[in-house]
């Protein structure tokens, strides 16, 4: 009997030191921030936008239950915001909305072990600092990939098919075909290339093949694996300079980080294709604002589209709000919704818990969630790391 007890102890020991898991080192009642928007009137009416202060992620009452305390708000911003106060003796926070996470609140965070974060894209943590500290930063990274991705090809045909100026034609009471179908075109024979092959971009290229484009292209750090660019029949091109010069239509799939801020600017804009169409619901940083705007007012580029803008919620004066080309079309831009179906919002809500379930049990996390933890990146998505 003894020896059965030692080895269930040998065994319950090599268990904790193998697993990756963000452990708490007590089961007392933890303080979970989360930053979600305001739903207003529509949470109410649709319990399904899960992504909203009125309805929680669905997971308040389950919280509860365990004698953990949630709080909950919009207010992010500023020194006296909910976010800033409550953030000093946070032990997880959930980011969604998205609330800034710098290096300084997160010098004052003494107690914060995990930062979770909704779909692709954890660029609104200093990531570097969380490093640091040793705070674990996790994402919830393939609830919103198929959303995202769907939104990239509406956002696409919109442009190429200059639907946009047709629509508003109709509103108006107009009917002057000739006006819209002297830019309207075919995505069939464009050559289409991604700035990044992962989740997202990965399926995007698999929705662009049926199109039947000229050519697919990827721009990335990482090669994709042999097998899998086969499949799409995509081409890598290593030097930015030489894809942005070949692609008709550009998409941006890229999280922001060091290496891809301003990434189109206006040196880079110089070698993309006049007539060109680019399409980012990445993160609005990647491209220069005044760039952007400039390039499409000058006919530079055809059009612009996208959810994702470099302040948010845009300023009313943003210039991506009015911009249009030469021929008063060409912008399609939104405000940020394209990861936030109710599909998407379904699958996210169910990821934060299981991440917080895993949390609270010891368990390790789903590797491919992982963005930082015990003070190294688990990822190579924010560029090349040491």
Sequence with gaps: MASILRARQLASKALSQNARAFSSTSPAQMKILTVLYDGGEAAHQEPRLLGTTENKLGIEQWLKDQGHQMIVTSDKEGPNSVFQKEIVDADITTPFHPAYLTADLIKKAKNLKLAVTAGVGSDHVDLNAANEKKISVVEVSGSNVTSVAEQVMMSILLLVRNYTPAHEMIERGD????????NAYDLEGKVVGTIGAGRIGYRVLQRLKPFEPKELLYYDYAALPADAAGKVGARRVEKLEDFLSQCDIITVNAPLHEGTKDLINKET??????????????????????????????????????????????????????????????????????????????RYANGTKKILENFFNGKPQEPGNVIVEDGHYGTKAYGQRK
């Design 175 to 182: 009917w002057k075909v000739s006006d819209i179908a002297r």
């Design 269 to 346: 804009i110089k070698h993309v294709k006049k007539g060109a169409w680019i399409v980012n619901t990445a993160r609005g940083a990647i491209c220069n604002a005044e760039t952007i705007k400039e390039a499409l007012e000058s006919g530079h580029i055809n059009g612009y589209a996208g959810d994702v803008w470099n302040v948010q919620p845009s300023p009313k004066d943003h210039p991506w709000r009015q911009m249009k080309n030469p021929l008063g079309g060409g912008n399609g831009m939104t405000p940020h919704y394209s990861g936030t179906t109710l599909d998407a919002q379904a």
